[in-house]
């Protein structure tokens, strides 16, 4: 029988391969700028969390941000925002006892926030730094997608707000009747959580 240690260590390890190659799995959304691309990699994060804690989310969100990086081309700052991103959802389901729809919802309008204030501060002047970009040439891009945006206010509220929440949606989907399904598999089989 394996310690609680070992199987920690062994669920975590292959979530976080499977979140990893779930991050080489991205789609472009229509109607939203060709840098912005989705990927559902945060469904073993929210997994990870629920089932065996905060911290082997957290595990699990930084070993695939890690063996992104290795893939990137955003100098890691697509990682690392997407590290804090799932941080912040996790975080705020992990308020909850028991979440359901309502835990999840709020996860998912959390994460839109804190992405609309970290781009605002943080993001869009680091990639504006490091592709040499200007914030005129970074708002047409994002026109030629389709999206009326001429100010980062524009910016921020058309297409980050927007993106996060459909990513957080479709995340919460996904993750919410699969971790309900193995809850009830691993306590079943004997083994706690």
């Not at 779930?22 to 629920?50: E, K, N, Y």
């Not at 204030?117 to 026109?143: D, H, K």
């Amino acid at each position: 029988m394996m310690s609680r240690a070992v199987r920690f260590i062994t669920y975590v390890g292959l979530l976080s391969a499977f979140a990893t190659v779930l991050m080489f799995w991205q789609f472009p959304v229509p109607f939203m700028p060709v840098f912005l691309t989705l990927d559902v990699s945060d469904v073993p994060v929210v997994i990870g969390a629920r089932l065996f804690g905060w911290a082997a989310g957290a595990a699990i969100a930084v070993v695939k941000g890690l063996l992104h990086l290795f893939a990137s081309s955003s100098f890691g700052i697509g990682e690392i925002a997407n590290g804090i991103l799932s941080l912040t959802f996790i975080t705020v389901l992990q308020l909850f006892r028991r979440p359901g729809l309502f835990a999840y919802a709020l996860a998912t309008v959390s994460v839109a926030l804190v992405a609309c204030v970290l781009n605002f501060t943080v993001l869009l002047p680091a990639y504006q730094y490091a592709f040499g970009i200007s914030t005129e040439q970074l708002l047409a891009l994002t026109r030629q997608a389709g999206r009326n945006v001429y100010t980062i206010w524009d910016f921020l509220l058309a297409v980050i707000i927007p993106f996060n929440l459909v990513k957080g949606g479709l995340v919460s989907a996904l993750s919410l009747p699969i971790v309900r399904r193995l809850a009830r598999y691993i306590r079943a089989a004997g083994q706690p959580l």
